[in-house]
């Protein structure tokens, strides 16, 4: 079993080294705003201010377009109401310009921590995802709009809506 393990793995590692060109893996992290869309009573609510940090992977699948998955953990909520994530955006990327790119898709959250006991929050959070990045080298800078298409709770309208800063780099 150890053996075909071994095997398993050095087969997804000449496979990936042989195709580095086409996928770049790497980390990211950076800030959140937070808040809730929804019905006029959640105007008043303060959002909260929190971070996310995880991996990002690029598939290059023509020269200009990539998909970009990622999995990240995403401190979320509003003021007094922290709800934390891990967020799976799965992004289609379009390059222009060399260095600059558009990005949009769909993100599935799953709630980690619901940070107090006087809310339930709903288990699983459906949201779209637009934003914009910048690439130097191995370097590079996202700025995304990720809003909420599920309700949060079962009993209300509030969606989630985060704006986030990233930076990240790519190892390979």
Do not use: C, W
Request: glycine letters at 12%; charged letters at 20%.
């Amino acid at each position: 079993m150890k053996k075909l393990f071994l095997v398993a793995i050095a087969v997804i590692g000449f496979s990936v080294s042989s195709h580095a060109q086409d996928i770049k893996f790497g980390f990211k992290g950076g800030v959140n705003f937070s808040k809730y869309t929804g019905n006029d009573s959640l105007k008043d609510l303060d959002g909260r201010t929190g971070y996310h940090i995880g991996a990002v992977a690029q598939v290059s699948l023509l020269e200009t377009i990539a998909l970009q998955p990622e999995i990240l953990y995403s401190a979320q909520g509003i003021k007094d109401v922290d709800i934390d994530y891990v967020n799976v955006p799965v992004l289609l990327k379009y390059k222009f310009a060399k260095v600059l790119s558009i990005e949009a898709g769909p993100q599935f959250g799953f709630v980690v921590n619901e940070g107090n006991d006087l809310v339930d929050p709903e288990g699983f959070d459906f949201s779209g995802a637009v934003g914009a990045g910048v690439e130097f080298g191995s370097f590079f800078g996202q700025l995304r709009y990720n809003i909420g298409f599920s309700e949060i709770y079962k009993d209300g309208d509030a969606k989630n809506a985060n704006f986030q800063i990233s930076v990240g780099y790519y190892i390979f």
